[in-house]
């Protein structure tokens, strides 16, 4: 029997396998790509790019390894996070225990867990890791009629390996996330003409992305301990601070100098202009009112430019994406926009998509329309604890402890999990900090001859509350769309799912309860 299987081999499973291999731990990976890279594996449609940037979406636990990867953008486009990854694989020899081409079908605990794959193998560990991701399972919208449409379609996050030519067709793209932000406008340079499908219009701020300079990268090297410390001081693992400026305490003139900064700067940063922009709905609206004034001012055509601007959810309260000439896109004549809310989709036709306001003529469709987020890759395999499944547990939605552990569910640790910041946070450091308490978890248990571990009903139950409540604090479950409550599925529990409380204090809470004896969890 291993000592653990892990499931996955993006950011999380790489890393894990290392951490684990340090332990002296038997581990195997099983992935169901035919290569590394996870979401950066998946994700190959046109204008994929980090939205962090590229000198901290990175890991930090080894210092040559920062010290020698050279990064060529501010942010990276996805071949080269992509190579990034399969780099690791080698640097740190991780392929020998990654099995690729291998599904998970169902996992099942009996004093360990077994695995089957797809192929019909068992295999068998004490601990189950998974490793999943929080966005890998593509959500692709029921549409009547998909299957007879004579065109190509496509989700982005299913992409082709091959190169994908729009070039003198005409092609539709369904959502306006950030995934469709970024497509949009590489799309539109290629096709023929483009049609964009759009139920909710969505706030969004320039990238600025450009070559970084040497001089640049340098400094961030002679830097790089101080920018991870910040990372981990952080409530969403950025090396920025919030400014501790209100914006409900500035003048009309002081927040606007601070907007257009911030607006020049580009990118994330943008919703760190105020300390109160997720927390009062008066300073929200002055972001949301310097966005919207924004796209009016890029937007030449009035009646396009209204329907570009949201109104029904705050600024960031659903995940603010950033972009690269998105707006500018709706200046050119081969570019329409069809707003889905004054006429819905009817059907998808042989020849195009059909809306009540007419038939929309297509050679390719384009799903920019999301993933089942945070739930769906672990439902999307069969795990059965002594007492049931988790598909029953989480019914009524995700219920966990600290997002690492699944009450019901002993020696299943779950990385980046519902009920942690994951999805709120820049992903690698949040990945770096569940892997280490993992990894000193299991090194806990070895050194004290406990060889089962799970989260108690309590605790989880006391998490539940707490991941509400600091929900409630923000305005972030006021987007009612968004899929951090999992309004993007029909028919998925509305449920708050990633932690709002920050992760520098979250981690606190991690490190507190380990340090307590592992509060909330019962060791055997
Ligand atoms: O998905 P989304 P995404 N009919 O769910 C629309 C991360 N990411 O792939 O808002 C018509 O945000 C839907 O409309 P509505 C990032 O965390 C990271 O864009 O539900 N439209 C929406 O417009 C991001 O948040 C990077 O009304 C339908 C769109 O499709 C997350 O991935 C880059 C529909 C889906 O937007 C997900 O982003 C890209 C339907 N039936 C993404 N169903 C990085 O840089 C859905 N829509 C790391």
Redesign the pocket.
């Known amino acids: 029997m291993l000592d653990v299987i892990v499931i996955g081999a993006g950011f999380s499973g790489l890393c894990a396998l290392h951490r684990l291999r340090g332990l002296g731990m038997s581990a195997l990976v099983l992935e169901a790509g035919d290569g590394v890279g996870g ?1 950066w594996y998946w ?1 190959r449609y046109p204008g ?5 940037e590229s000198y901290y ?1 990175s890991f930090s636990f080894d210092e040559d390894l920062q010290q020698e990867w050279r990064w060529s953008e501010r ?1 990276p486009a996805q071949p080269e996070v992509l190579a990034y990854l399969d780099h690791v694989a080698d640097r740190f020899d991780l392929r020998r225990d990654i099995r690729l081409g291998t599904t998970v079908v169902s996992a099942t605990f009996d004093e360990g867990w077994t695995v089957l794959t797809a192929t019909g193998e068992r295999l068998r560990a004490r601990f189950l890791i998974s490793a999943v991701g929080c ?1 890998s399972s593509a ?1 692709v ?1 029921e ?1 009547p009629g998909l299957d007879s449409f004579a065109g190509d379609w496509y989700h ?2 299913r992409w082709p390996h091959e190169d994908v030519d729009f070039t003198g067709r005409r092609v539709g793209v ?9 497509a949009i406008p590489v799309i539109a340079e290629q096709a023929a003409h483009l049609a964009v ?4 219009p ?1 706030f969004s701020v320039p990238a600025r992305n450009a070559p970084l300079d040497e001089e640049f990268q340098a400094q961030v090297r002679a830097e790089y301990g101080e920018i991870r410390a910040l990372q981990r001081e952080t409530s969403n693992g950025h090396p920025f601070r919030i400014s501790p400026r209100n914006a409900v305490e500035c003048t009309a003139e002081e927040r606007r100098e601070a907007y257009e900064a911030a607006w020049e700067r580009g990118g994330l940063r943008f919703r760190a202009a105020f300390n109160d922009l997720l927390s009062s709905e008066d300073a929200n609206d002055t972001a949301a009112e310097f966005i919207r004034g924004k796209i009016r001012e890029t937007v030449r055509d009035p009646e396009v430019a209204e329907r570009l601007l949201p109104r029904d959810h705050p600024f960031a309260a ?2 603010p ?1 950033i972009d690269t000439g998105y707006f500018e896109t709706y200046n050119r004549d081969d570019v329409t926009l069809v707003d ?1 809310r004054e006429t819905p ?1 009817v059907e998808v036709t042989r020849d195009g998509l059909r809306t009540t306001g007419g038939e929309h003529p297509l050679d390719a469709l384009v799903f ?4 089942d ?1 945070m739930t769906g890759p672990l439902l999307g395999i069969d795990v059965r604890g002594p007492g049931g499944t988790l598909a029953e547990k989480w019914r009524d939605g995700p219920r966990s402890y600290l997002g690492l552990q699944v009450a019901g569910f002993p020696n299943l640790f779950t990385i980046t999990g519902p009920g942690s910041p994951s ?1 709120l946070t820049n ?1 690698p450091t949040s990945i770096e900090q569940h892997v280490d308490w993992i990894a000193r978890c299991l090194e806990h248990m070895r050194q004290n001859g406990f060889h089962r571990i799970e989260a108690t009903e309590e605790a989880e139950r006391d998490w539940g509350r707490e991941v509400r409540e600091a929900a409630d604090r923000t305005l972030l479950p006021k987007a009612e ?3 951090y409550l999992g ?2 599925v029909p028919g998925k529990p509305r449920v708050f799912m990633p932690y709002a409380g920050g992760l520098a204090h979250y981690a606190t809470l991690c490190d507190r309860a380990a340090h307590n004896d592992y509060e909330g969890f019962h060791l055997t």
């Open positions: 979401t994700n994929a790019r980090c939205d962090s979406y942010y966005l959500n919208p549409l982005t996050g369904i959502g306006t996330g950030s995934t469709g932000i970024q499908f759009q139920r909710t969505n659903k995940r994406p889905l989709i920019a329309t999301g993933f987020a999805v992903m769309s968004s899929w309004a993007n």
